[in-house]
């Protein structure tokens, strides 16, 4: 059984763990994503993964953890199990995770254990497929302003593009009248902000009250195409919090593929592999299991920290990897617990950067991308493209 030393178990929270926890896992701090750029951190973090593997070989190493077994993958074939073998015996729904979760959907499917799991998974499987909207003229048509106001700046900031792809993520989740709706999404985001801190932040009861009845009252409009309109408001009400929320990494994804230059599907795919916004991916054990010969009990938790294992296939674009068959190449994580999201991302997502890119070129970030890129500093410059027919206004 590998067990790291005092130091080395030391080293992984300092340098790992802590950091990327520190930057926000349920909504991303500014000022933290900026230091962390400066000093590079995710490069730190997966040199010292690299060292672990090193000195431990491959099989998951238990962290010296205080009441808690802890164990940290570093083998591909490895978090390849983990994610087929999901929710049993190896579950998402770990206590850390409900932690941070319950502050804004205590309902979501991914807090959610038992048979009550299975429920609502299948009907975010259901729900969540871009075939059942036209999500395509949605996105062209909020792209459309965008590509008329980076024309008349002559750049795209992270700020005016975000401004755009909420307004998107507010019509495809809710409908064309939750458009302008940001005290919606503000809410939410001040929620996001407290589940960063999952047990230590008190729950705000009254604000959770005002986001729900305010989400409530756009579900029950049911507007075509829209997620809205796919199932009755009672059911939308307790996973539509998960899908606003998860728009935002849509987002962030779409804007640096911007910066690398990608197109479609694969240049989406391409920018979570290289800065993957879920970074660390959790399952915690039902039963004792056997790895490489040895036992780990039950309620081990079991860390991927996917940007270790994205890094092995380099610091370029290198679309040709998707669609992949490697089983830690993990973005939308995998196996049964894969995103069920996925295909809608990649569909809005790719139809964002293919239409930015019919009318404008963009300046691009030269390879190698560094290991950590701040998102919230981006400011592309944005040229028109020869002649695209789209008048300035
Ligand atoms: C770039 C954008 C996105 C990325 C990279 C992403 C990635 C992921 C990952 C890695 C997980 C697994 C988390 C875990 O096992 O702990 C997940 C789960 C999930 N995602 Fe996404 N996601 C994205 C956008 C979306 C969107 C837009 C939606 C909905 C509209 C969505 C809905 C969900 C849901 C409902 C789950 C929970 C699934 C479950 O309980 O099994 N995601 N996502």
Redesign the pocket.
């Known amino acids: 059984m590998a067990v790291a030393s005092r130091l080395d178990t030391g080293k992984a929270f300092a340098r790992v763990l802590l950091p990327t926890l520190a930057k926000g896992v349920i909504v991303r701090r500014p000022p933290v994503l900026a230091m962390a750029e400066k000093v590079q951190a995710d490069a730190l973090a997966v040199r010292t993964m690299k060292a672990l593997r090193d000195k431990y070989g491959p099989e998951p190493l238990r962290l010296r953890v205080t009441g808690r077994s802890v164990a940290l993958v570093l083998d591909p074939e490895d978090v390849g199990r983990l994610l087929d073998e999901?929710p049993e015996p190896f579950h998402?729904a770990t206590a850390e995770?409900r932690a941070a979760l319950k502050h804004f959907q205590p309902h979501?499917?991914?807090a959610?254990r038992g048979p009550e799991?299975e429920k609502?998974?299948r009907f975010?499987d259901v729900v969540?497929r871009p075939e059942k909207l036209d999500v395509e003229a949605v996105v062209r048509d909020e792209a459309d302003l965008l590509v008329r106001h980076a024309m008349s700046t002559g750049v795209l900031t992270w700020d005016d593009f975000a401004q755009v792809w909420w307004k998107v993520a507010r019509r495809i989740?809710l409908g064309a009248s939750a458009r302008d709706d940001e005290a919606l999404t503000d809410d939410l985001k001040t929620l996001r902000g407290n589940a960063n801190w999952a047990f230590l932040h008190p729950k705000r009861r009254g604000l959770r009250k005002r986001f729900e009845r305010r989400l409530r009252e756009h579900l029950e409009r049911a507007e075509p195409n829209s997620?809205a309109s796919l199932a009755p408001a009672s059911e939308v009400a307790s996973?539509a919090p998960?899908?606003l929320f998860?728009?935002d990494?849509?987002g962030?994804?779409t804007m640096r593929a911007l910066a690398i230059g990608g197109s479609g599907p694969a240049g989406?795919l391409e920018s979570?592999r290289l800065w993957?916004?879920?970074p660390v991916?959790?399952?915690e054990s039902t039963i004792a299991t056997r790895w490489h010969g040895t036992w780990l009990p039950e309620n081990t938790l079991f860390i991927v920290f996917s940007p270790y294992f994205h890094r092995f296939y380099g610091d370029t674009y290198r679309p040709e990897l998707w669609p992949t068959q490697e089983p830690a190449l993990?973005?939308?994580?995998g196996g049964p617990?894969?995103?069920?999201?996925?295909d809608?991302?990649l569909v809005s997502?790719g139809t964002m950067l293919d239409t930015l890119r019919a009318h404008l070129d963009f300046s691009t970030l030269e390879p190698p991308f560094p290991a950590t890129l701040n998102h919230f500093a981006l400011k592309l410059r944005a040229t028109r493209k020869g002649d695209d027919g789209l008048e300035v206004v």
């Open positions: 999901t998402p995770k979501g499917s991914l959610t799991r609502r998974r975010n969540l989740v997620l996973q998960h899908w998860a728009f990494a849509a962030i994804v989406v979570a993957p916004t879920t991916i959790l399952r993990v973005p939308f994580s617990g894969v995103c069920p999201g996925r809608l991302v997502a």
